[in-house]
């Protein structure tokens, strides 16, 4: 029996962990933490979480189907989840898969499979695998812009901030408007002396609840044809939130939904009132003052990136995953074509796909490794399909920003469709 290595015990490794163990698929697990959650385990040292942090999609839409969360909150906490992987972990056996505090620190590929190399409490070891599957996740590797000139006070990325404290007494300049972005504007709001946002371009802001119910919760049956659910939203959402440019905002230069939205409309009411300034790109710093590209400028002791991140595995040559420009390209993002025995999961964004989407992708893995063990013949096919055959568009018709932090992200509908698709082929002809 082959047996494989699954790099991390966040969401995604223990989506993999249990979907190869239904399968009765043996795996050894690699996790650089003491403990499973991945970043939702705020204690993990390299986690991006904050004090504040809660889900940002509802309860019901991110949840294992099959495990479903003991909560009654539409959007827990990030320590009701990081109880939530333990729980998960535990109850199907996965715990005792992982090897914690132990961190991969190389891929080599030898005799059809893998060498892993890793470092962990007994020192470092190498050992070798059928296949590996890379389960990080994407918010691991700060993206850091450059900027021109000199900052003379304190240059902070949103993943090394933690708490509120951080912020006391201080002028904050915040640059970008991302869903941690605005968390962070909410928190330093109480506690900063006076707080910025630099922004370049428009942003979409959907409210946590519409009609009395978590907003991701209202369309769950058929989806509607991309531009006809992008005119009613932008409609439903106008009258909810209003106009955001009425609030300093620039205008969108895209369709709602072509990048991801922001689920926080709490500081639209705190630019309403007054507790906050929205601020154009930066054009340069000077010592403590930032000059903005409309020819204003302010002084700032903390400038806060809220630039997002970059996909980042260092253990292994990029060549193995067929990197083209900010991202591997990969059959689903999950194979690479030339099926060299090393499966991605988790590299997706997505509005509305939670953790079962994730779920549902490690499915269609262990269907495929079960059948390369089992039927040799289907799995012979499906790689056929993959190499023989167009992509299927997981786009669901939304023309997504060229944006590098674009790049993976797909349209939940569309994707499980087409995973789900592939995974029912797979289980027909074994």
């Known amino acids: 029996m082959s047996r494989y290595a699954v790099i991390g015990a966040g969401p995604s490794g223990?989506?993999?962990?249990?979907?190869?163990?239904?399968?009765?698929i043996e795996i050894d697990g690699f996790e650089a933490s003491h403990g499973v959650g991945g970043l939702w385990d705020i204690t993990n040292p390299r986690s991006t979480m904050y004090e504040s942090a809660h889900?940002?999609?509802?309860?019901?839409?991110?949840?294992?189907?099959?495990?479903?969360?003991d909560s009654d909150a539409d959007y827990p906490s990030h320590r009701v989840l990081r109880d939530y992987f333990r729980s998960y972990a535990d109850h199907f056996?996965?715990?005792?898969?992982?090897?914690?505090?132990?961190?991969?620190?190389?891929l080599e590929?030898?005799?059809?499979?893998?060498?892993?190399?890793?470092?962990?409490?007994?020192?470092?070891?190498?050992?070798?695998?059928?296949?590996?599957?890379?389960?990080?996740?994407?918010?691991?590797?700060?993206?850091?812009?450059?900027?021109?000139?000199?900052f003379d006070g304190e240059l902070m990325h949103t993943s090394a901030y933690k708490s509120a404290a951080q912020l006391d007494g201080r002028r904050v300049l915040i640059v970008g408007a991302g869903n941690s972005g605005c968390d962070l504007a909410v928190d330093a709001v109480h506690h900063a002396a006076s707080i910025d946002m630099?922004?370049?371009?428009?942003?979409?802001?959907?409210?946590?609840?519409?009609?009395?119910?978590?907003?991701?919760?209202?369309?769950?049956?058929?989806?509607?044809?991309?531009?006809?659910?992008?005119?009613?939203?932008?409609?439903?959402?106008?009258?909810?939130?209003?106009?955001?440019?009425?609030?300093?905002?620039?205008?969108?230069d895209y369709r709602?939904?072509?990048?991801?939205?922001i689920v926080n409309t709490m500081v639209l009411n705190h630019l309403g009132q007054g507790d906050l300034r929205v601020r154009a790109d930066i054009e340069r710093f000077d010592g403590h003052t930032a000059r903005f590209r409309d020819g204003s400028s302010g002084d700032y002791d903390l400038v806060m990136l809220a630039t997002g991140y970059r996909l980042d595995y260092p253990f292994v040559d990029r060549e193995h995953l067929h990197w083209r420009g900010p991202s591997p390209r990969l059959f689903l993002n999950m194979f690479p074509a030339t099926f060299n025995g090393l499966y991605m999961m988790g590299m997706i964004e997505a509005s509305g796909i939670g953790w079962q989407g994730r779920f549902e992708q490690a499915e269609l893995l262990a269907?495929?490794?079960?059948?390369?063990?089992?039927s040799p013949e289907n799995a012979k096919l499906f790689r056929e399909r993959v190499t023989g055959s167009p992509w299927p568009d997981v786009t669901g018709g939304y023309h997504y920003l060229g944006l590098d932090r674009m790049a993976y992200y797909v349209n939940n509908h569309a994707y499980r469709a087409a995973v789900r698709h592939e995974r029912d082929a797979l289980e027909r002809t074994r």
């Open 93 to 106: 056996g996965l715990t005792s898969r992982f090897r914690f505090d132990t961190r991969v620190t190389r």
């Open 256 to 261: 709602i939904y072509e990048s991801h939205p």
């Open 198 to 252: 630099s922004v370049r371009r428009g942003y979409y802001f959907v409210p946590r609840y519409l009609f009395g119910k978590p907003s991701d919760t209202l369309n769950q049956g058929r989806p509607l044809p991309a531009r006809i659910k992008q005119a009613l939203d932008s409609r439903v959402l106008k009258a909810f939130t209003g106009d955001p440019v009425r609030f300093g905002f620039p205008k969108p």
């Open 14 to 24: 223990l989506a993999t962990a249990r979907a190869l163990q239904v399968q009765g």
């Open 367 to 374: 269907s495929y490794l079960a059948a390369s063990e089992r």
């Open 109 to 150: 590929p030898r005799d059809g499979g893998w060498d892993l190399t890793s470092t962990g409490p007994d020192g470092t070891s190498t050992r070798w695998y059928e296949g590996v599957v890379i389960a990080i996740g994407t918010l691991a590797e700060p993206n850091v812009p450059s900027f021109v000139g000199e």
């Open 55 to 69: 889900l940002i999609s509802s309860r019901t839409t991110t949840e294992f189907a099959e495990f479903p969360m």
